[in-house]
């Protein structure tokens, strides 16, 4: 079995198809999707074309505000139980072409963080089969129901598609106090589901995991996991610059990760992480610098915010001083950058 692989902890960046995702499920509502779009700084003819991963503060706005939109807080069930196979990607092929559901927990758990790096995920054995546990590498703060439904969701869909139904021997732990709209759960997830638990687990009996996959291919099973592998190796053969460049990510608007807690998050004490920054020529501020200019660009160029809130949004107070750094970073007023994105 894989051993688990766990990605660097603070890289919250989400793919766009899923956003596209929820787009096109709005669509079928009366809902205006543009507007749901608009509240998370987005435009649908950007978001369809531009293959670049959101970050985490921009999906939590974009989720919600298609809750309170659509009036349904299980809106996170209804995504995962509308995504093809494809939209996870090679993980998800990968998946539904192994050779039992044991094969297919086992490439979740190797692979699973590839797609959405808010979970690190492990496949433990029991006497009584598999648990496929997820631990949560984000605080999605208003989104989190929805994040932790669609994984979970996601996840026994996959199942599903395997198998061309769910099997019996399942039970989902959710770690969240039961909502009062928990009768859904039996619509989408039809398991046994036990609220209030320590973290998100799927346990899978021995029985169902000896489960042949309808798709079962080894051919193409093995050219899916050799793409996840090359993904993964990517992640392994960075440099220490790369790393971290890769962590400063906000997780919230205004908010970066501080050098003792990139350090934290590389297994440095921050004195080591500063010697390891110099030897690949560079310094956290420089990296710091550089995360902010790409977010600022980003914001500039892809969504509609005013200045005033990219200010903000990059932890700038006062706009005239957020104003003058662009100029100084770019060469250009933050206008001008607009307009050259245009």
Not at 8 to 34: E, G, H, K, N
Not at 200 to 211: E, T
Not at 227 to 251: F, I, K, N, T
Request: glycine residues 8%; positive net charge; aromatic residues 6%.
């Amino acid at each position: 079995m894989p051993a688990d692989t766990a990605l660097p902890r603070s890289t919250t960046m989400t793919s766009p198809i899923y956003a596209r995702q929820l787009r096109m499920l709005l669509q079928q509502t009366a809902v205006d999707s543009d507007r749901v779009l608009a509240a998370a700084q987005l435009d649908w003819a950007t978001l369809r074309t531009d293959d670049r991963n959101l970050p985490q503060d921009t999906v939590t706005r974009l989720v919600t505000s298609a809750i309170a939109a659509t009036g349904k807080p299980w809106l996170g069930l209804d995504l995962a139980a509308s995504l093809p196979v494809t939209a996870h990607g090679a993980p998800g092929i990968a998946a539904v072409t192994a050779r039992d559901i044991a094969g297919l927990l086992a490439v979740l758990a190797r692979y699973g963080g590839l797609r959405n790096p808010a979970f690190s995920w492990a496949l433990q054995s029991t006497p009584h089969g598999l648990v496929l546990q997820a631990t949560e590498q984000a605080d999605w703060g208003d989104a989190r129901g929805f994040v932790l439904d669609m994984m979970a969701g996601a996840v026994l869909h996959l199942i599903a598609a395997a198998l061309g139904q769910l099997p019996t021997g399942m039970r989902l732990e959710i770690p969240m106090a039961a909502p009062r709209w928990a009768a859904q759960y039996g619509r989408y997830l039809p398991v046994d589901i036990c609220f209030g638990q320590p973290a998100l687990a799927l346990h899978v009996s021995r029985d169902a995991c000896r489960l042949p996959c309808l798709g079962a291919d080894r051919h193409a099973h093995a050219m899916a996991c050799g793409e996840c592998d090359g993904a993964l190796a990517q992640y392994a053969g960075r440099s220490m610059a790369q790393r971290v460049a890769a962590l400063l990510v906000p997780v919230a608007a205004g908010r970066y990760p501080q050098l003792v807690d990139v350090a934290d998050a590389v297994g440095l004490t921050p004195r080591t992480l500063m010697r390891r920054l110099r030897a690949d020529g560079v310094t956290f501020r420089q990296l710091l610098d550089t995360a902010r200019q790409d977010r600022t660009l980003w914001l500039l160029q892809h969504t509609t915010c005013s200045v005033e809130d990219i200010a903000a949004q990059l932890g700038y107070a006062d706009t005239s001083n957020f104003s003058r750094t662009v100029r100084r970073w770019f060469g250009a007023t933050p206008l001008g950058l607009r307009q050259r994105g245009h």
